[in-house]
């Protein structure tokens, strides 16, 4: 066996050499530290991360606007979200993310809905104060159940000068301190959207959470067992999922947030025992601002596959008391025949199978679990936009001689599929349409290619039918690269 992986590390190793050489000398230097190989008892992947993209390369990254609208502000489904500048950015980020919600689109919940202040020349040569100040009369005239506003700030207005935190506390005053929140996310600020996250962390910390004891959550009553959902986004469900799981082994959730989240829920934020944090990417610095403030400890989870979920529940249940660590045992001798069932079904025909991944957040290391539960092999993974921290967790899921790349380019990505031929890829949606063409399975990792949730028992079920669906299917024996016709 050591043999093999020994074997395995060094044509890795060869790859990246071929894949180095088609660069210039000072690109291909560059870019070598943001590839390697997995050595077991390292600290972390060997890569470098959370450096800017090169300029001339096909970078996958979004921006600082991407990472506090499309991730963190926009699934809060009773604020209204203005996109601050031209059209073409909130265009893109309308809707983009399956965050699912409960409510009434346009009289309770805007998720769904697109508003911005659609900036024309004139507004770039004389500002566009005016104009947002004018915009949030008519978000408060034509949509009054809405429970706040956010003001997500796109290239422009950190180019112009536009003072959207004086409009934002103007407005707030004038409505009677209706939740207004300005977020300086240009997209230009920082490498990608990982920087957005942090914004939209920071907007969340000063202008919500340490304005929160203002008598609207006056009513809250607290229990021992309150825990908060954080960095759940919700996509086809997840949230659901891990709020089932959560509730079932005894525990309350007082607050979800973003996905199918609402303010009130944010600002109570606080009173929980436990945050319990699915994104440690976009929301672990709000996570250790309120263990700071406020005494709530947090800790990460991962509910993709059985044997992390069990691992995470009995975490989880490790900070409170008896009555819910037996419970919790409950729960996962009640699911242990359903997952059993799934994995009989299903592991026959997958096991053995090799998966390449490449996604954002916290997905490239979490999901290898529930591959694993299936009898699958992660043989590559890499993250958008991940920084040291995420690669040194990712040491934990991953094997010896694993691939790893940092913010791979595209012609890096499609010679690595193209020489390792994985059975299946995991990645984006700009990935998606490239992979297939050249007949590789391919499942979208982002937002579970219209389908899920992902998360928890039930929805392993789902992630192993997807799966085997995008492997088995008979359409890639059919199928050739047009570029090879």
């Known amino acids: ?279 440690y990417r976009s929301m672990n610095y709000i996570s250790r601002h309120m263990e700071e403030k406020y005494g709530t400890p947090w800790v990460e989870y991962n509910f993709f596959g059985p044997t992390m979920i069990e691992k995470s529940l009995r975490e989880i249940a490790a900070h409170f008391d008896d009555s819910i660590k037996a419970k919790t045992e409950a729960v996962i001798a009640k699911y242990k025949p359903l997952t059993q069932a799934v994995i009989d079904k299903y592991k026959p025909r997958l096991e053995g199978k090799t998966v390449m991944l490449y996604i954002g957040g916290l997905r490239p290391r979490h999901v290898i679990g529930a591959y694993e539960d299936l009898g699958m092999v992660v043989v590559g993974t890499g993250y958008e936009f991940g920084h040291n921290d995420d690669y040194q967790r990712t040491t934990h899921y991953i094997k010896d001689a694993t691939l790893i790349y940092d913010d791979v380019t595209g012609y890096e990505f499609e010679h690595f599929v193209d020489s390792v031929k994985p059975d299946l890829v995991g990645s984006g949606i700009k990935e998606k349409y490239v992979f297939q063409k050249m007949g590789v399975p391919f499942r979208q990792m982002h937002s579970w290619d219209y389908s899920g949730p992902y998360h928890g028992y039930d929805g392993f079920a789902i992630f192993a039918r997807d799966m085997d669906m995008a492997i088995s299917s008979p359409i890639w024996s059919l199928t050739k690269a047009p570029w090879k016709t």
């Open 1 to 279: 066996m050591t043999a093999v992986v020994e074997d395995r590390k060094a044509a890795n190793k060869a790859l990246i050499d071929e894949v180095l050489k088609a660069y210039p000398e000072k690109m291909a230097k560059r870019r070598a530290k943001h590839l390697g190989v997995y050595e077991e008892g390292k600290p972390d992947c060997g890569v470098k991360s959370n450096i800017k993209s090169l300029p001339g390369v096909m970078t996958i990254r979004g921006c600082a606007y991407a990472g506090s609208k499309g991730v963190v502000w926009g699934p809060i489904k009773d604020m209204v979200h203005i996109s601050h500048g031209p059209v073409g950015c909130g265009q893109y980020s309308w809707a983009n993310r399956r965050s699912y919600y409960v409510g009434t689109t346009g009289i309770d919940s805007f998720v769904t809905m697109q508003f911005t202040s659609d900036f024309q020349e004139k507004d770039i040569v004389f500002g566009g104060d005016k104009k947002l100040d004018k915009i949030i009369d008519e978000v408060q005239e034509l949509f009054p159940l809405n429970r706040g506003i956010s003001i997500q700030s796109e290239c422009p207005i950190g180019l112009i000068g536009d003072d959207i935190e004086a409009i934002a506390k103007k407005k707030s005053k004038q409505f009677e301190n209706h939740t207004i929140v300005p977020v300086r996310c240009e997209g230009f600020r920082g490498v990608s959207q990982s920087l957005g996250h942090h914004l939209a962390n920071d907007a969340i910390r000063d202008w919500v959470l340490d304005k929160a004891d203002t008598g609207k959550s006056a009513a809250f009553v607290s229990t021992p067992y309150d825990v908060a959902i954080l960095g759940d986004y919700n996509i086809g469900g997840d949230a659901w999922s891990s709020r089932i799981l959560l509730e079932e082994m005894g525990l309350r959730v007082i607050s979800q947030w973003s996905g199918d989240g609402t303010l009130s829920e944010m600002e109570n934020t606080p009173k929980a025992k436990l945050n319990v944090l699915h994104c």
